[in-house]
């Protein structure tokens, strides 16, 4: 890791561990090269997710067919006033996606509007709040005005989006385990910062590897580049997913 840091581990072992755990981002401006990935690792069992770089080439047409073949994560972290969102949440939650976020930043009143905004729906999405982007390390957070930690942060964070009915809450990996501490129940974590031993962090700041998230008590787990710039796609998944199932052996 480039700050040395590891989440802690976890108590005990988490069974179960299942593909679609695992969502791949589809990193990419060119919406055939999206397609063809989807088609290769479908099978697999994964999900993927749309962030601002695939909707913008591809737009809604793009998203209603992904969500229609496969489980599709909206990446768009809406901000804006609480009216605003609303609108812009029921509009994604119409295409038919299994998840999408709003930025916790945004507040108690735009987060609430938020949650609103799906309730009622007949496939409701899950909706997650975006705490503290994983690109940002301490340092960072102090120059735009947030002192103490990036985990103190997401917690309270995190914290604020449980209070205003949200499903969870997207956080790094070294913050998986005190949001797990701090707020009980079904309140799940989504997790991009997702690198191996050795692989390149990228503009990654906190990160850790697959087993590092699950032993730690992470839901779901992101992963673009490592997959999407990989010589094999297909088998650097299949090593993804082998490194959150040695939870299930205890090693």
Not at 95 to 112: E, Q, S
Not at 189 to 211: F, K, L, M
Request: charged share 25%; proline share 7%; with cysteine.
């Amino acid at each position: 890791m480039t700050d040395n840091k590891k989440p802690k581990t976890g108590s005990g072992r988490r069974a179960g561990i299942s593909s679609k755990q695992l969502i791949i981002g589809l990193d990419y401006s060119e919406p055939g090269q999206a397609g063809e990935l989807v088609d290769l690792l479908a099978p697999l069992g994964v999900s993927f997710k749309v962030g601002l770089e695939l909707f913008l080439a591809g737009g809604p047409p793009l998203v209603k067919k992904l969500a229609g073949e496969s489980r599709v994560f909206l990446d768009l972290k809406f901000h804006d006033i609480p009216n605003t969102v609303a609108a812009a949440v029921r509009s994604a939650a119409s295409h038919g996606v299994w998840m999408l976020n709003v930025h916790a930043a945004g507040g108690r009143k735009m987060l609430t509007a938020a949650r609103e905004a799906v309730e009622g729906l007949p496939h409701k999405p899950l909706l997650l709040a975006v705490t503290v982007l994983t690109s940002m390390d301490d340092r960072e957070m102090a120059e735009t005005g947030c002192p103490g930690s990036a985990a103190d942060r997401v917690v309270r964070l995190a914290g604020l989006s449980r209070d205003c009915g949200l499903d969870g809450v997207v956080c790094s990996p070294l913050e998986v385990e005190p949001v797990k501490k701090n707020i009980k129940g079904s309140f799940i974590t989504v997790t991009p910062g997702i690198r191996g031993p050795g692989e390149d962090p990228g503009d990654q700041s906190r990160i850790a590897s697959p087993a590092q998230v699950i032993r730690a008590g992470g839901d779901y787990l992101v992963v673009g580049r490592p997959v999407t710039r990989a010589p094999d796609p297909l088998e650097a998944v299949r090593n993804i997913l082998a490194d959150m199932a040695i939870d299930r052996y205890g090693c």
